[in-house]
T-cell receptor, first 114, second 114 residues
Framework: KQEVTQIPAALSVPEGENLVLNCSFT??????LQWFRQDPGKGLTSLLL?????REQTSGRLNASLDKSSGRSTLYIAASQPGDSATYLC?????????????FGTGTRLTIIP | DADVTQTPRNRITKTGKRIMLECSQT?????MYWYRQDPGLGLRLIYY???????NKGEISDGYSVSRQAQAKFSLSLESAIPNQTALYFC?????????????FGPGTRLTVL
């Protein structure tokens, strides 16, 4: 069974700093991974998706990496801003074709201090 | 207008009551999902549907049922609500076209069972 761990559960950093969020998984047989952002009272918003054949994806100040051999993914946020404050979730897609499922981590609650 | 909507957004009910949570989408996606989110446990899949005639149990389907009334509508029912079903419930849709099956989430329904 795929297990996904995100450490730390909460993180506070001053505005302007670069930071890294971590995600680890137990089953390397994945199709892809996604990083989501969750804001209070709102649903999840997909930030980046990395296919299993890729090593990283970038969008603006965000960069996500995938290392299947070590069972790790990271989300790098450059030049953090107060608007980046949210809970960040990683999720892996695995399973047989037609029966794929997403397995979510428990999230890291990020607070950017102005 | 939001692409994925959920009603109600908040609901408080009593043990033993029947509850229905509704989800509608305008994205034209065939695949729809219901998740619940609990503190410290991440999102867990309850049911999913890959088209109108397809319904599948997820990780935690006991105590729940679903109905796929149309491509755009997917309802989740709690036949006899119990307190440990208190959680945040999310509906999501996806489209695997192009090989990238990104999920799009609704804003969530916060359900409290007393």
């Amino acid at each position: 069974k795929q297990e996904v761990t995100q450490i730390p559960a909460a993180l506070s950093v001053p505005e302007g700093e670069n930071l890294v969020l971590n995600c680890s998984f137990t089953d390397s047989a994945i199709y892809n991974l996604q990083w989501f952002r969750q804001d209070p009272g709102k649903g999840l918003t997909s930030l980046l998706l990395i296919q299993s054949s890729q090593r990283e994806q970038t969008s603006g100040r965000l960069n996500a990496s995938l290392d299947k051999s070590s069972g790790r993914s990271t989300l790098y946020i450059a030049a953090s801003q107060p608007g980046d404050s949210a809970t960040y979730l990683c999720a892996f897609r695995s399973g047989n074709f037609g029966n794929e499922k997403l397995t979510f981590g428990t999230g890291t609650r990020l607070t950017i201090i102005p | 207008d939001a692409d994925v909507t959920q009603t109600p957004r908040n609901r408080i009910t009593k043990t033993g009551k029947r509850i229905m949570l509704e989800c509608s989408q305008t994205k034209g996606h065939d695949r729809m999902y219901w998740y619940r989110q609990d503190p410290g446990l991440g999102l867990r899949l309850i049911y999913y549907s890959f088209d109108v005639k397809d319904i599948n149990k997820g990780e935690i389907s006991d105590g729940y049922s679903v109905s796929r009334q149309a491509q755009a509508k997917f309802s989740l029912s709690l036949e006899s609500a119990i307190p440990n079903q208190t959680a945040l419930y999310f509906c999501a849709t996806s489209d695997p076209a192009g090989g990238v099956d990104t999920q799009y989430f609704g804003p969530g329904t916060r359900l409290t069972v007393l």
